[in-house]
C-alpha cells in the first residue's frame, strides 16, 4: 500500500524532498548561516536518487500482490489498477508481498474469520476493502457520511484555522509581486475583446453559504439571463466553449484567470486548495440529484483541487458522481501533505501541459 491515499508510489517522494530541504533553507537564511548554493543543490541531487535507487530496488524484490477473501463488496476492487487475486479457499498466500483484503463489515463463515485473525498474527496486513479502493483510485465512494479519520463528520478543525492563516499570509505576500503583471493582463482583456475586466459569478462557497467569485474574463460578455434553466446552461462551460475568447484560452490554459481569486481568498471564501466552487445554479441542481452532495461544502472551495488535478474541469451530471468522490476524498484526508501534493501537481499541469486541467 502507499504511504499517500490515492498517490502512484513515487508521486510523493519528490514533494517530500522539496518540503524537507525547503525548510532547511529557510532555516538557513533566517539564522543566516553561511551557505553554497552549489553544494546544497548537489546535496538535494544526492540524497534523492539515493533514495529513489533504494526505493526502485525494493519495489522490484517486493511487489505486493492483493488476495481478497469473497464476499461482500470485493468485486468493486476488478479494474482499478492492482494486482488481485482472489482466494478459493482459508489458506495464507506463500507470497511476500501478499496482502489481504475483506469487506469487514460482510458476513464470512468462521474458517474465513480464523484466516484473517491467522494472517494479522503471522504480520500479513489486511486491509477492509475501502481502503484498497480509496488508495487506489483516490476517491471516496459516496453511500453515505462516513465518519472520516478523525472520527468526526467536521474536518480537522486545528488544520482549517492554521491553513486559513497561511491562504490570508500567502496572498499578503505574493499579491504585490502579481500587481503589474495582473494590470498588464487586464489591458490585454480590454484590447482583445470588448466587456468588462472582471468576470463575476455567484457561487456556492463555505457551509453552502454563496459568495460572489471573481475572474479575468475568458469569454465574450453577455447579459443576465432570467429564466433558472438557462442560467444553469449558461454557467456550464467546456475548453472547446465558442464564447471562449482568443485570449481567454491562454488564461484558461495558464490559470491566470484564477489570479483575481486572491481577493475571495482574503475575505475568507475561498482558499487556495480545496473543492472548486460550482455555480449558484448548478450546485443547486447537483444537490437535488446526488445525495450529500452538500457536504462539499465542509471545507472552504480553493481554487485548485484534489479533483480539479485528477479529473479536470466537468459540468456534465454523469461526470459529477466521479468529482464528488474526488471531493470527499480530499475531506476525509484534509491534511498539509494533501494540500502540497495538490500544489506540485497542479505546477506540473501548469508548467508542463500535460495533467488533468
Known amino acids: 500500500m502507499n504511504i499517500y491515499p490515492g498517490v502512484k508510489q513515487f508521486g510523493a517522494i519528490i514533494p517530500t524532498f522539496v518540503a524537507a530541504f525547503g525548510i532547511v533553507a529557510i532555516g538557513i ?3 543566516r548561516v553561511p551557505y553554497s548554493i552549489g553544494v546544497f543543490a548537489v546535496n538535494f541531487v544526492a540524497v534523492l536518487s539515493i533514495y529513489l ?5 525494493a519495489t522490484r524484490s517486493d511487489q505486493n500482490v492483493f488476495y481478497t477473501v469473497p464476499g461482500g463488496r470485493i468485486p468493486r476492487l476488478s479494474n482499478i489498477g492492482l494486482d488481485v487475486r482472489p482466494l478459493t479457499e482459508p489458506m495464507l498466500p506463500s507470497h511476500r508481498g501478499a496482502i489481504i483484503v475483506a469487506d469487514l463489515h460482510a458476513d464470512h463463515k468462521d474458517s474465513w474469520e480464523r484466516l484473517l485473525a491467522n494472517a494479522a498474527l503471522q504480520g500479513v496486513p489486511v486491509f477492509h ?3 484498497v479502493y480509496e488508495a487506489a483510485t483516490g476517491k471516496v465512494r459516496v453511500e453515505h457520511l ?5 472520527g468526526s463528520l467536521l474536518p480537522n478543525m486545528s488544520f482549517m484555522r492554521i491553513k486559513r492563516m497561511i491562504d490570508a499570509a500567502v496572498v499578503l505576500l505574493v499579491a504585490p509581486v502579481l500587481l503589474v503583471p495582473m494590470l498588464l493582463v487586464a489591458g490585454l482583456i480590454k484590447l482583445d475583446s ?10 456556492m462557497g463555505y457551509r453552502a453559504q454563496p459568495f460572489r467569485v471573481l475572474k479575468f474574463r475568458t469569454m465574450r460578455a453577455a447579459g443576465e439571463e432570467a429564466d433558472v434553466d438557462a442560467r444553469r446552461l449558461k454557467a456550464m462551460t467546456g475548453d472547446k466553449d465558442p464564447r471562449i475568447t482568443r485570449l481567454g484560452r491562454i488564461l484558461r490554459k495558464t490559470r491566470i484567470d484564477e489570479l483575481p481569486q486572491m481577493w475571495n481568498i482574503l475575505t475568507g471564501h475561498m482558499s487556495w486548495i480545496g473543492p472548486r466552487p460550482e455555480a449558484v445554479e448548478l450546485s443547486h441542481w447537483y444537490q437535488r440529484e446526488i445525495a450529500f452532495y452538500d457536504y462539499r ?4 472551495p ?6 480539479q488535478v485528477n479529473q479536470g474541469h466537468v459540468t456534465e451530471l454523469s461526470d459529477i458522481d466521479d468529482k464528488l468522490q474526488y471531493d470527499f476524498f480530499y475531506i476525509k484526508n484534509f491534511s498539509y501533505w494533501l494540500d502540497f501534493l495538490i500544489l506540485v501537481r497542479t505546477a506540473l499541469v501548469v508548467l508542463t501541459g500535460h495533467g488533468a486541467r
Not at 53 to 57: C, G, Q, S, Y
Open 129 to 131: 476493502f475501502k481502503q
Open 146 to 150: 462516513s465518519e472520516n479519520s478523525f
Open 194 to 203: 470588448p466587456g468588462p475586466v472582471f468576470f463575476r459569478q455567484y457561487r
Open 297 to 300: 461544502h465542509i471545507v472552504r
Open 29 to 31: 537564511l533566517v539564522l
Open 302 to 307: 480553493g481554487i485548485t483541487g484534489w479533483a
Open 53 to 57: 535507487a533504494f526505493m526502485v530496488l
